[in-house]
């Protein structure tokens, strides 16, 4: 029902199948209004639309003709129509003279692709007893609502108001649920008010608990200026009544704020509206006339939106695209900022790798989840003994190592002058130390921060510096960066001539290797008299052998390796059970073998630290290897979808 295509961060490209048609999400859904529409259904340019069934259903005529004619005809639409319940109107008004039965078997008679049940939208801030009991309801019509339908797809609601704990409560029980969407629900004053900082946090408790395999919908978001950190967050769906609202108001949407006409000097964008009519034409438009130009607009800026948020999730730039957009309101930064707070699901969504490089666009760029990911996993790699910190160069800076070390200052007691354990890292923003051996590995060669380094960036490295020198024995640093980072250093050493810089290639394919599969895979894989193969054009290392056989090749795009049949043999030797495992069942087996790609259905358990973008070892129920491949997904959402691709096999027969 529900496919990823692309991921970034807990973002993803996907798509929806219902049955007048597929849509591609992220989406925007233009509602409808069954009685005061102003602009024609197909005129929108929506793949999906919605609109709400409890206002048909109030309308004698309206709930005639949707009866008889059907609720395409009814709107003139004939792709996928989501239907919302009477909740809206019962948030409102107080009270609605419909039971949930009553709603659901409405919509499957007029025959909606997706309907709603009656859920409670509780506002945020009440006290804890109203969201409590108000949920039980919620929850209480979710499930009745599974009973009562038939042939619609269902959306369960999250609710629980502004409590963290009662929204992953909520989004837990519906996870239960045999239902395919979850809007999250009675948002809407947040957005107003722009609270998008306790936003964060109802999306992500809700999203935390939520199946992966299932659309989750930001209800009555619909400005686009929340589009791209919601997307950020793992929502795929929005509904703009928006469009219309703002237009009602003489106000023009735009992904970075409002404007209202009569403040405006130049028309704000490049749309067909915008091409065509002058400020001063509008002025002088008659209101309606006006009013449909406005929505024609918001609609388009909207939509224009959307694709820029599918396009950075293709290419791996959400989060640069997320960090431009939130510094158009200080509200929308502070709830950016907010986000860092939920660092470890973020992690485990990222994909390892990306088509584009990190961007630094300022302090926030340092919390962000590859700098986290990368020191979790650099950390456990490293013995701390002595260290030689230097200045960074061009990237790779393997390849522009300096030939002396110039002046030194030196943190710890001199314990040995042994080369072999100095360990050598570059320090550079946003990564901090980067060893020597892993300077080729995604993103610490792919990424561009300026020279001119801001005053939490210089702090950053301080500390890091200082809580290292704690850490290691003995630390050496580059003269030339202790100004740099205003480092306050005094001790010099006055034996730089003895410290070597130099790459040992065989260190380096076992620390990345260590990086990429887990603390032993660089033994299990590069053990023996191994062969490094180098690039002739390049210099850098482009195969490992053993012998004849090809144990792996380390992309140049990314510096990770892709595993050979030697390889994955190795590593499946001796790493244990579940690392780096994809494990299939029975009937899956002869297509692994034959290299045939891995569906989600068919893994029954795979090792939980699996990333998007893995090389992984495909098994059988005996932990026998079958084949090998790349994840595409993460091992949460391998387990979760019954539908699409888990792996890419490379290769099968072994
Ligand atoms: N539209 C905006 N918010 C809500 C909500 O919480 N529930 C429903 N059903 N519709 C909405
Ligand atoms: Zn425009």
Known sequence: MFEIKHKDN???????????????????????????????????????????????????????????????????????????????????????????????????????????????????????????????????????????????????????????????????????????????????????????????????????????????????????????????????????????????????????????????????CSCEICSKYSVEELKKMEREERKKLIAKHNLMVSFAEIRIIKQAIAEGNLMELVEQRCRSHPRLLEAYRHLANYMEIMERYDPLYKKSAFFYTGPESLKRVEVYRYWQKMNEIYPKKRLLLLNSSKKPYSSYLPKKVGKLYHIGSSSSSNTDDLQIMFVDIPFGLIPLELDEVYPLAQNESPDIIDESAREYIQEIIELTAEEYEEVFIEASLAEKFDLGLYREYDGSQDLEIKLNEKKKIICVADYQFGVGAGQALFEGNVEIVKSKKTGKIRHIYYGENLIATMRASDGFFVLSKEGAKRLHSRMEYPQNRVMVNKESEPFAQEGKSIFNKFVIDCDRNIRANDEVLIVNENDELLAFGKSLLNSAEIMDFKVGQAIKTRKGGI
């Open 10 to 268: 807990l973002g993803r490209t996907g798509v929806l199948k219902t049955k007048n048609g597929i849509v591609k999400t992220p989406a925007l859904m233009p509602v409808i209004h069954p009685r005061k529409q102003i602009i024609d259904s197909k005129e929108l340019g929506a793949d999906i639309v919605i609109t709400n069934a409890y206002i048909i259903y109030k309308n004698e005529e309206l709930q005639e003709k949707a009866l008889r004619e059907g609720l395409h005809k009814l709107i003139n639409f004939d792709g996928p129509i989501m239907t919302d319940s009477g909740s809206f109107q019962l948030s409102e008004y107080g009270d609605i003279d419909m039971e949930n039965k009553e709603i659901i078997e409405f919509q499957e008679l007029i025959g909606s692709d997706i309907g709603t049940s009656l859920d409670i939208p509780t506002p945020p801030y009440v006290t804890r007893s109203q969201a409590e009991e108000e949920l039980k309801l919620t929850i209480k019509r979710a499930k009745e609502s599974v009973k009562y339908r038939k042939e619609i797809l269902l959306n369960s609601v999250v609710q629980g108001s502004t409590f963290n704990d009662l929204r992953s409560y909520c989004a837990s029980e519906l996870a239960k649920l045999d239902v395919e969407l979850h809007p999250i629900g009675a948002v809407v004053p947040l957005m107003e008010n722009y609270q998008y900082k306790d936003l964060v946090d109802v999306v992500m408790s809700s999203i935390s608990e939520l199946p992966d395999s299932r659309p989750r919908h930001l209800m009555g978001a619909g400005h686009p200026m929340i589009f791209a950190l919601a997307v950020a967050m793992g929502c795929d769906l929005f509904d703009s009544a928006a469009y219309i609202l703002y237009a009602e108001d003489d106000r023009f949407l735009t992904a970075h704020g409002t404007y209202k006409l009569d403040n405006l000097y130049e028309m704000p």
